[in-house]
């Protein structure tokens, strides 16, 4: 039946190519300019670009994907999981679709260490550098995703890229108007899967010159809605805004270009469970398994509901957390909100000062308002100590001090929200000098500001009886104690600022081009704690602006309330060159790179007094690239051998002298592999794309897990050496020589199309191999074989209009039942995401 609806459904799916042809850019525009095609192409004749895959030839192991393989994907899907098609990127999609959020590696280094930028402004969260996949820009309005594999080029304004960086731009306006409009129908086709339907519709309109003076502009929106593809709950709500505009400056290439960029997501958490419980559903259950019930719909009784809607008992403890009657509504995993409202304004400008000097000036400004996480029961009474009554967040609990639920006493517990809340401002620019000492020497100065005020918190609000939340966003309209402060189970303020110059030399010597560069980043991290730390593992109480005397007497190992400030400088060189021997050459390339830590260490360290000891070092690290590319006519390839080394480790691991499981330093991991591509246009009709990667990576030394103590009289863990005799000594997990956990061994893919007049056909496949559960290397999740399927039908061949396609998608087409996406764990078993299943989406593009 679900077919049936595929098949009299439209969709549309929309091609950029025929708007603004593609190079081989880099992340800004001063990168853009200075890695012109006239510096970095020796040859004239070499063909980088064969069916969409373009292996620029330069001194960094690069890979970019054009508008010719992204307008293929299903419209809507995440730029990330089009990336997957680039050797060495690992990305495992929670849903069919896209929006429901997913995580990747590139070379092993998870997301939070690679850097993903849009016209070269930072995505990565500025507090804990993690990257939400679902909050990207529309495939449509990309030109080209270029993926730098293990460095990042000089001006970049990252401070997480230790692991390489993924580059987005967006597309140049029109010089003529058009107009595209595009709608998507989809649904899981999987076995007992039910009827889970995916809607998308997206419009794009160009200006063309609109002033007679190359004034050109484009706007575009979109819409996107779908049922949750696992449980009888969840559903996604997904709107974005894109709009450029560009105005020429002369005929020398000069320009200034503002873009803009909004995304609303509303959705849900879903098909997270432990690693192995998922193993065993994927494996050893049937298919229908994957899709379950969760307790929806729901009632909470008035009992256990404030906010007005309640209606206790007087003298009586109603306590939802522990009513039967109520089923515990509202507290799965899967009912828990993930809203975000998120957004940016990109400015782009290139200006000629005089013959061989060139200005490039890139200022941006970035939105975020973002939470997540659970419910919780809400107490109505006070947290007394010493005889002094306090409200607050305490031990863990929510203490209001005021009747909740309109029974007249404080003995309830009733039914609220708790998410973590963050709010961003972000403000950058990246400027770059660029001279041209003579047609074939070039340098460039450049400086790099990225300022971001990271405010997070954790206000409260109530639950409706059905379990739903009065907010998605309780800091709209939070709950405030009887003293008057808003109850919050984290209060901070940090400021994550990165001031940097850097340099880059690049010249031509005969056949060889050499580059040399050198980046100095300066960054400083502004902590401003307003809560009480009461462990070096990050717990918190949060007790408003009361007298805490009483409180600081109780606890006195709490870290009071403060401010700290950490800086981190490095220099971070980089030196590589090409030689060109007509259709192939070699390449190789060294780089430094650096991830600083996290706000969450930072903060955890606070319960430290001496900064010294409590301060976690920046990961470093060193990479080696060593390659041969081969471009001629109608084949592309390359072949890259890398390694690098990896300082300083940052997870969390168990301290000795604090007898706590915190974030710490473990030491060197080394990380080597092979990565390799080839596209081949066998006719002008036909394409063939083969790529694969080997990552190795071997832990050098082994951790420190906690001290040895007797459980019912026996020592343990025995298992890592524990006897009668070594109680309350260190116990070392045995991780040297084990691989990192989280990432596949072994990737190999394809992509092949051909075109039959009007129709195209075309088919992709991907094998990841297996993956430790975490570092101990006990066990693995096995590996799996993704299919999908795409085709598209030119309706402009049988005069029905201009741009106008059917374009059909199927993903996972055997429906292969897999663990998706976990990341590295030091030696717990972390949860993971059940595999998205087959789905299938039919698309109608008309444009003019």
């Not at 339907?197 to 706007?219: E, H, L, N, S, W």
């Not at 003298?315 to 039967?324: E, F, K, M, N, R």
């Not at 929200?417 to 074939?440: E, F």
Request: charged share 20%; aromatic share 12%.
């Amino acid at each position: 039946m679900k077919l049936k609806y595929l098949l009299a459904a439209s969709v549309v799916s929309l091609s950029a190519s025929a708007l603004m042809p593609s190079v081989a850019h880099a992340q800004s525009t001063g990168s853009v300019d200075f890695e012109d095609e006239e510096i970095i192409i020796v040859t004239g004749s070499r063909a980088t670009d064969v069916g969409g895959v373009d292996i620029p030839d330069t001194p960094k192991a690069k890979q970019v994907l054009t508008d010719e393989v992204i307008r293929r994907q299903r419209p809507g899907q995440t730029v990330n999981d089009i990336i997957n098609l680039v050797p060495g990127v690992s990305f495992q999609n929670n849903d069919p679709w896209g929006s429901g959020g997913g995580g990747f590696t590139i070379r092993g280094f998870g997301a939070d260490r690679v850097s993903q930028t849009v016209d070269g402004i930072p995505l990565n969260d500025s507090g804990n550098y993690a990257l939400y996949t679902n909050q990207q820009v529309d495939p449509e309005v990309l030109e080209q995703v270029n993926v730098n594999l293990g460095v990042t080029d000089v001006d970049s304004p990252t401070a997480s890229a230790a692991g390489g960086t993924v580059n987005l731009r967006t597309r140049v306006p029109s010089e003529t108007f058009g107009v595209v409009a595009s709608a998507t129908y989809g649904n899981v086709l999987a076995e007992a899967s039910g009827d889970r339907p995916y809607v998308r519709a997206f419009g794009m309109v160009d200006t063309g010159d609109f002033t007679g003076f190359g004034t050109r502009a484009f706007a575009s929106a979109s819409w996107t809605t779908y049922d949750n593809p696992f449980n009888n709950y969840g559903k996604v709500r997904k709107q974005q805004y894109n709009g450029r505009i560009y105005q020429e400056l002369g005929a020398n290439g000069d320009f200034i270009s503002i873009a803009g960029h909004y995304n609303q997501n509303r959705n849900n958490f879903f098909g997270s469970q432990n690693v192995l419980d998922i193993k065993d559903l994927v494996t050893s259950q049937p298919g229908s398994n994957r899709f379950y019930d969760i307790n929806y719909p729901c009632q909470i009784p008035e009992t256990q509901l404030g906010g007005g809607f309640g209606q206790g008992t007087p003298g009586v403890a109603d306590t939802w957390s522990d009513s039967s009657s109520s089923g515990n509504c509202g507290v799965e995993f899967d009912r828990r909100y993930n809203p975000s409202n998120t957004g940016n304004i990109r400015g782009s400008s290139r200006f000629t000062l005089s013959d061989g000097l060139i200005l490039t000036v890139d200022p941006s400004f970035q939105y975020v308002k973002a939470n997540g996480g659970g419910v919780e029961d809400l107490r109505e009474g006070f947290y007394e100590i010493d005889g002094v009554q306090y409200t607050g967040f305490i031990r863990g609990g929510y203490y209001y001090g005021m009747d909740l639920n309109g029974d007249g006493d404080l003995m309830d517990r009733v039914a609220g929200m708790d998410p973590s809340q963050t709010r961003t401002r972000r403000y950058g620019v990246i400027a770059n000098l660029i001279y041209d000492i003579n047609p074939d020497h070039r340098v460039r100065m450049a400086y790099t500001l990225d300022h971001a005020r990271h405010r997070q918190t954790g206000q409260t609000s109530y639950l409706y009886a059905n379990g739903e939340p009065f907010d998605v966003f309780p800091i709209n309209d939070p709950i405030e104690t009887s003293d008057g402060f808003e109850l919050n189970k984290r209060n901070r303020l940090s400021y994550a600022i990165l001031n940097q110059v850097s340099g880059e030399y690049r010249g031509m010597f005969g056949a060889m081009t050499v580059v040399a560069g050198l980046r100095v980043p300066f960054f400083k991290r502004e902590l401003n704690q307003y809560c009480y730390t009461t462990s070096a593992s990050g717990f918190v109480d949060c007790l408003g602006d009361q007298d805490t005397t009483a409180y600081e007497a109780a606890n006195p190992n709490a870290a009071p309330p403060q401010e700290r400030t950490y800086k981190y400088d490095k220099f971070l060189p980089n030196v590589g060159l090409t030689y060109d021997f007509g259709a192939a050459s070699v390449f190789a390339n060294y780089a430094k790179g650096i991830s600083v830590p996290g706000t969450d260490p930072l903060y955890d360290s606070l319960f430290l007094a001496d900064v010294r000891d409590s301060q976690p070092v920046p990961e470093t690290t060193d990479s080696f690239d060593l390659g041969v590319r081969f471009g001629f006519g109608n084949v592309t390839a390359q072949l890259a051998g890398w390694y690098t080394r990896y300082n300083n480790r940052l997870a969390s691991a168990y301290d000795p002298v604090l007898e706590e499981t915190l974030f710490r330093n473990l030491g060197r991991v080394d990380k080597y592999g092979l990565d390799g591509s080839i596209a081949w246009n066998p006719t002008p009709n036909t394409l063939l794309y083969v790529f694969g990667s080997i990552s190795e990576s071997e832990i050098k030394d082994d951790v420190v897990g906690g001290q040895c103590y007797l459980d019912d009289g026996d020592p343990t863990p025995a298992e890592y050496g524990c006897t009668a005799a070594n109680i309350g000594e260190d116990y070392f997990l045995p991780t040297a020589g084990k691989r990192e956990s989280g990432s596949p061994k072994y990737t190999v893919g394809a992509r092949g199309q051909v075109a039959f007049g009007a129709l195209e056909l075309g088919a992709q496949v991907k094998y990841t191999g297996k993956r430790y559960i975490n570092d101990l290397n006990v066990d693995t999740v096995p590996s799996y074989t993704l299919v999908d399927l795409d085709l598209r039908y030119d309706l402009g061949e049988i005069g029905v209009g201009q741009n106008a396609a059917i374009q059909v998608n199927v993903t996972n087409l055997f429906d292969e039942r897999y663990v998706g996406y976990f990341g590295g764990s030091l030696d717990n078993t972390p949860f993971a995401q059940i595999g998205a299943p087959r789905a299938g989406s039919i698309s109608l593009i008309i444009g003019y």
